[in-house]
C-alpha cells in the first residue's frame, strides 16, 4: 500500500492549533526519518557492553498509577501501525506536492460540509470552523459578538495598508479629519500597530498593518489587495506635497490677463494713436472733426459736410 500523504497532512493539521507552513511540514518529515533511525539505539547516557558483555539494567523506581493514563496508553498500544502512513515514507516530499495534496483537502473539507474548512493564511495553512457556527464557538468561549468597524475607522485602515509606514499627520490630511479616534480603535483590535518613528522634525510615529488585518480581510500578504488609484504611492505623494506647499493660482490660470501684459496692452494703444496723429499731421489733414472744425471756423458737423458743399457741380 502506497504511503498516504493526504491523511497524514489531515493529522498534523488537526493535532497543531498554529498554522503549518510547507517548510515546518517538510521539517517533520526530516525529523520522522531521524527518529525511525534511532529507533533500538541506546541513549548516550546510558554505558555500551564492552567485548560483547551484557547490559545491566537498572530498574526506576516506578511512579504511581493514573488509571486514566493507564486506559488511555492501552488503546495507543492497541492500535496497529498503519502500513498507509508509517511504511514507504519519503525522505523528501516536493513543496508542490505537499500544496497540491492541501489543495486537494480544502476542496473535500468545502464539499463534505463538516463545519472546518482549510483556509492559507500568512503564517501557512489552517483548519478552521466555517462561519456558520460562529455563534457555538463565541458560547463555547464566552465571547461577545464581533464589533464592526465604523467607516471612519475603515477608511482610516485603508489608508494606512496602501501608505505604510505612515503617520498620523498624513492620514488626516488624505481624510481631512482627525484620525486619533480611529487610530486608536484599529490598535485596540491589533489590526495596526506601531513600526517606528519618522525621520521627520518631532519624530512622529508612524503605523502598519498587523497579522491579524490579512486575516480580517482574507488575503495571504498585502500583495494582494486590490490595486487603487486613489490611494496610490505616486499621486498621494504629490497630493502631499501639493497640501503641505501650497501655491497661489496666478492670474493667467484663473483666466484674467496677469498685471504686466495689461500695462503692455495700454502702452500699444497709445503708441498707436500717437502714430496715426503723426501720421495725419504730416498729410496737412484734421487727425479730428474738432481739429476740422477750428480751421474752417464752424462746428464740427460743418467740418464734416464742407468737402460735400464745395465740390464743382
Known amino acids: 500500500m502506497a504511503f498516504n500523504l493526504k491523511k497524514v497532512l489531515k493529522a498534523l493539521l488537526f493535532s497543531s492549533n498554529q498554522p503549518l507552513s510547507i517548510a515546518e511540514i517538510q521539517d517533520t518529515f526530516t525529523r520522522f526519518h531521524e527518529q525511525a533511525a ?6 548516550a547516557s ?12 537498572v530498574p526506576r ?12 496508553d492501552g488503546i495507543l498500544s492497541e492500535a496497529p501501525e498503519a502500513e498507509e502512513l508509517y511504511q514507504d515514507v519519503p525522505s ?13 483537502l480544502a476542496l473535500e473539507l468545502r464539499a463534505g460540509d463538516d463545519g472546518f474548512l482549510l483556509v492559507e493564511t500568512a503564517q501557512g495553512y489552517r483548519l478552521v470552523t466555517q462561519p456558520r457556527f460562529a455563534r457555538w464557538v463565541r458560547a463555547l468561549r464566552s465571547e461577545p459578538p464581533p464589533v464592526k468597524l465604523s467607516q471612519s475607522a475603515m477608511e482610516t485602515l485603508a489608508v494606512v495598508a496602501y501608505r505604510q509606514p505612515v503617520t498620523r499627520a498624513e492620514i488626516e490630511h488624505i481624510r481631512g479629519v482627525s484620525a486619533e479616534a480611529g ?4 490598535l485596540e483590535r491589533e489590526l495596526v500597530y506601531i513600526v517606528g518613528r519618522a525621520d521627520l522634525p518631532g519624530r512622529p510615529i508612524q503605523y502598519g498593518t498587523t497579522e491579524a488585518f490579512l486575516e480580517f480581510i482574507g488575503v495571504k500578504s498585502l500583495d494582494e489587495l486590490p490595486a487603487s488609484d486613489v490611494l496610490s504611492q505616486r499621486q498621494i505623494d504629490g497630493w502631499l506635497q501639493n ?10 490660470e484663473m483666466g484674467l490677463s496677469e498685471e504686466g501684459e495689461e500695462q503692455l496692452s495700454l502702452d500699444d494703444a497709445a503708441r498707436a494713436a500717437a502714430a496715426k496723429e503723426t501720421a495725419a499731421t504730416a498729410a496737412g489733414a484734421p487727425s479730428s472733426p474738432q481739429e476740422g472744425a477750428a480751421l474752417s471756423g464752424g462746428t464740427p458737423e460743418a467740418a464734416a459736410i464742407a468737402p460735400s458743399q464745395s465740390a464743382p457741380t
Open 243 to 252: 497640501a503641505m506647499n501650497p501655491t497661489h493660482p496666478s492670474d493667467r
Open 46 to 57: 546510558q554505558p555500551q557492553p564492552e567485548n560483547g558483555g551484557e547490559t545491566t539494567v
Open 38 to 43: 534511532g529507533v533500538g539505539a541506546l541513549p
Open 183 to 186: 487610530l486608536n480603535r484599529l
Open 92 to 104: 523528501l516530499v516536493p513543496a508542490a506536492q505537499i500544496r497540491e495534496t492541501l489543495e486537494q
Open 61 to 72: 523506581e516506578a511512579a504511581p498509577a493514573d488509571p486514566a493514563v493507564g486506559r488511555f
